[in-house]
């Protein structure tokens, strides 16, 4: 078995269902510019972007209305569609036991509203590494290795847990386990539905000890 001793984290679709928060985000900045709502195939889209590359995406047909999407997008607060996010169920329970063993990280496409989402369910102190797209996108293998090498630890001693193709593209370029959560399409190395299935498949298939040890007894 292979030694653990840190855990990646995508936050959209792992840590919350934000899907119908996303739609509302977006939906909002495209009326003020009078676009029509969302498409379902947009939504997938927006979903798994950075809000700059989702907006692109989204105004790919009126270029001229870009500059004040991205203006509208900075200026409005995601904190008005809080109430639309779900936490997933068993996450922080997940996080209290993994913060005694592993070091904790977070990898995603949200750039602002990162931290403010954190603190609103009281997650950011689980987290000893926070890397959003404001500093560099998941599309960029920069993200990830940036992580590795802050918290000093190696690919093949890491688990990601993510939810989309950009994820498993991130993965495969790094060198790091994947685990699919929620979805069986990805190709993953580790497959889960919930946070108990990712507990049992850690504690069944890794070595890991307690965290003031982790650091100095491998």
Known sequence: MNILKL???????????????NIRFYNYILKKISRHPLLPEEVEYVHMHTVWEALEYLLRDFPEKLNLAKKIAMETSYDLFFNYLVL?????????????????????????????VLEHFSLKNFFDYIMSALHIPKSDPKALLCILDTLKVKNNETLYIGDSEVDQSLCKKCGVKLVAYKN???????????????KNLIEKNFIFKKKQILKNDY
Not at 94 to 110: D, G, K, M, S, V
């Open 7 to 21: 855990l990646i984290f995508d936050c959209d679709g792992v840590i919350f269902d934000s899907k119908l928060a």
């Open 184 to 198: 069986p399409k990805l190709k993953a190395d580790f497959y889960v539905n919930n946070y108990y299935e990712l």
């Open 88 to 116: 997933e169920k068993g996450v922080k329970e997940f996080l209290e036991w993994a913060q005694n063993y592993f070091y904790i990280a977070l990898c995603t496409n949200r750039t602002t509203s990162t931290e403010s």
